[in-house]
């Protein structure tokens, strides 16, 4: 799959079509939709760890937004060589998911079940930032728990790990997330800056 007009962003667990990914800096891009589930109607149906039937640097972008938590740990790197593959040599990933910090902090006060905000499908506590949304889950989603996390040293530190060459992120306390962007090749401080203006939300 190339598209040498239009640059490409594969969207990695990208849920019912229509569903924006949320993140900003690409419009007028071409969407490649990947979901496991294909009740969600994806252009491709498969999975982070195995995603074959996309090319080898086919993709400019990758976003993920909210899935690699669903992941197993021993999962995670398989999952990253899989972006690293698709990836054209100048690509770059965006990723966003929860930040364990921030959460746990509010755990440790004693906030573990209480609402800590309110969204589109209702309030949202530490436990549902832990271990996955529990209404979703009550109805039969299965995938929708959680099975590992990050901070964001520790987000970027796996990146880099994954063969990642440049990362620039941030954690935002007040929305219990991370944001991070990743290149496959080395960037300097302004080229990195740039992407992360582009891309992050304060």
Same mark, same amino acid.
């Given at each position: 799959?190339?598209?040498?007009?239009?640059?490409?962003?594969? %969207?990695?667990?990208?849920?019912?079509?229509?569903?924006?990914?949320?993140?900003? #800096?690409? =419009?007028?891009?071409? =969407?490649?939709?990947?979901?496991?589930?294909?009740?969600?109607?994806?252009?491709?149906?498969?999975?982070?760890?195995?995603?074959?039937?996309?090319?080898? #640097?086919?993709?400019?972008?990758?976003?993920?937004? $909210? %899935? @690699?938590? $669903?992941?197993?740990? $021993?999962?995670?790197?398989?999952?990253?060589? =899989?972006?690293?593959?698709?990836?054209?040599?100048?690509?770059?990933?965006?990723? %966003?998911?929860?930040?364990?910090?921030?959460?746990?902090?509010?755990?440790?006060?004693? =906030?573990?079940?209480?609402?800590?905000?309110?969204?589109?499908?209702?309030?949202?506590?530490?436990?549902?930032?832990?271990?996955?949304?529990?209404?979703?889950?009550?109805?039969? %989603?299965?995938?929708?728990?959680?099975?590992?996390?990050?901070?964001?040293?520790?987000?970027?530190?796996?990146?880099?790990?994954?063969?990642?060459?440049?990362?620039? #992120?941030?954690?935002?306390?007040?929305?219990?997330?991370?944001?991070?962007?990743?290149?496959?090749?080395?960037?300097?401080?302004?080229? @990195?800056?740039?992407?992360?203006?582009? $891309?992050?939300?304060?």
């Amino acid at each position: 799959m190339t598209y040498p007009t239009v640059p490409t962003v594969l %969207n990695v667990g990208c849920g019912p079509r229509g569903r924006s990914h949320g993140i900003a #800096g690409f =419009e007028g891009w071409r =969407e490649l939709r990947l979901d496991i589930d294909p009740d969600v109607e994806p252009d491709v149906v498969g999975t982070m760890t195995d995603m074959s039937a996309v090319a080898t #640097g086919s993709v400019d972008a990758i976003v993920s937004s $909210h %899935n @690699i938590e $669903h992941l197993y740990p $021993h999962e995670v790197p398989a999952a990253l060589a =899989e972006f690293v593959r698709v990836l054209k040599a100048d690509g770059v990933v965006v990723i %966003n998911c929860p930040d364990l910090q921030s959460v746990c902090a509010r755990v440790a006060q004693g =906030e573990l079940a209480s609402p800590l905000y309110e969204s589109p499908v209702g309030p949202i506590a530490a436990l549902d930032i832990l271990y996955g949304l529990r209404s979703s889950m009550a109805a039969g %989603n299965l995938y929708m728990a959680h099975r590992c996390g990050f901070t964001l040293d520790v987000l970027i530190k796996t990146l880099q790990a994954c063969g990642f060459a440049r990362c620039a #992120g941030r954690a935002r306390p007040a929305y219990f997330d991370l944001w991070v962007v990743a290149s496959k090749v080395v960037l300097d401080d302004q080229a @990195i800056d740039q992407l992360v203006k582009r $891309h992050l939300p304060v």
